[in-house]
């Protein structure tokens, strides 16, 4: 499978390893690929080793260790959103190697350490208020530590780790490589992962607004186990059949925070603009956890903004995958693309 040009988009969450395997000559999806890490949890808490990580990444890639392969597959990792600084500001407009300084002495204001310990991206967009004299930056600052040890697992399997992106940004584009830009002037893209619900803002094809917080399917799922006080098993199949619209006792205080956290961040977002005209007119809730039946409802319900469940449903599957879960691999998808 190796032997062809491949790209791989490696999506390395909490407790499971998921990946995209891509044909950029065919514009082709080959296959998806997921190794849980923990799949006998029983807590909350319980969480993986790096040497579970690892191990899990090795299986994924596997196949990419046989001796002299043709290709060395190509992967491109994402890490998650709470690793990364992203802020978006504005500067005159500048040719590009004055802009690239300016960039860099402006994201100083916003690290806790040493522009040489920086991995730093930046795109331009436009002003969040049109305005011929400026250009809108939106930067994204990870630590140079962060790549090292996952850049050197990959490279041991016998792949080439290209570069490195934040899930948000990889699951922008894949949304916008599938379908039309959204209608809305202001849109949200929510990822709802296991441990963490990641938010991004854009207006057409650019990002302005990035924010996480750490709440997401686990919490569901630790909600039901206590209030049924059940196994950790028992409270995910529960889990699975249940519909948010019934307003269960055992899951409403969880519930209620994520929404108030999802409520919060658009607010903030709409502060950020001092014109007052940046509110989100559309949501599109994707990730394993917001498969939660009737979470999209009680979304719109709570910040009464259209929402919609983003299945993913215009990619064509895997070869021998049509039922594979593409919801859960919108970042791999489009780290791959």
């Known amino acids: 499978?190796?032997?062809?040009?491949?790209?791989?988009?490696?999506?390395?969450?909490?407790?499971?390893?998921?990946?995209?395997?891509?044909?950029?000559?065919?514009r082709r999806l080959l296959?998806?690929?997921?190794?849980?890490?923990?799949?006998?949890?029983?807590y909350i808490d319980d969480k993986p080793s790096d040497e579970q990580k690892e191990e899990a990444i090795r299986a994924i890639l596997g196949t990419a260790a046989e001796p002299s392969p043709r290709v060395k597959p190509a992967v491109i990792a994402a890490l998650p959103d709470e690793v990364a600084i992203c802020r978006y500001f504005e500067l005159p407009q500048l040719e590009k190697a004055r802009e690239d300084t300016a960039v860099r002495t402006a994201v100083m204001k916003?690290?806790?350490?040493?522009?040489?310990?920086a991995e730093l991206t930046y795109v331009p967009i436009a002003p969040l208020k049109e305005d011929k004299e400026m250009t809108g930056i939106f930067a994204v600052s990870v630590r140079k530590s962060m790549h090292q040890s996952l850049r050197q697992v990959i490279e041991a399997c016998g792949a080439s780790a290209q570069h490195f992106e934040i899930a948000s940004l990889a699951l922008l584009k894949q949304f916008l490589a599938y379908r039309p830009a959204p209608s809305a002037e202001y849109s949200a893209l929510i990822n709802v992962g296991s441990r963490l619900t990641s938010i991004i803002i854009v207006r057409g094809s650019s990002p302005y607004y990035n924010r996480s917080f750490l709440l997401g399917g686990r919490n569901f799922t630790h909600a039901f186990q206590m209030g049924h006080q059940s196994s950790w098993k028992d409270a995910e199949a529960y889990k699975r059949s249940y519909d948010a619209m019934r307003r269960e006792i055992a899951l409403e205080p969880v519930l209620q925070k994520w929404l108030n956290q999802v409520k919060k961040t658009l607010a903030a977002f709409e502060a950020f603009d001092k014109s007052g005209d940046a509110a989100v007119g559309e949501i599109f809730l994707t990730g394993g956890g917001a498969s939660l039946k009737g979470l999209d409802a009680r979304l719109q319900e709570y910040v009464e903004t259209r929402v919609s469940f983003e299945r993913w449903d215009r990619v064509a599957p895997g070869e021998n995958q049509g039922g594979a879960p593409l919801a859960s691999f919108g970042v791999a998808l489009g780290i791959a693309l």
Do not use: C, N, Q, T
């Open 31 to 42: 296959e998806l690929r997921e190794v849980e890490l923990l799949p006998g949890r029983e």
């Open 110 to 117: 916003y690290i806790p350490y040493s522009l040489e310990d």
């Open 1 to 26: 499978m190796f032997d062809r040009r491949v790209r791989i988009g490696l999506d390395v969450g909490h407790y499971s390893i998921k990946a995209a395997i891509y044909a950029a000559d065919r």
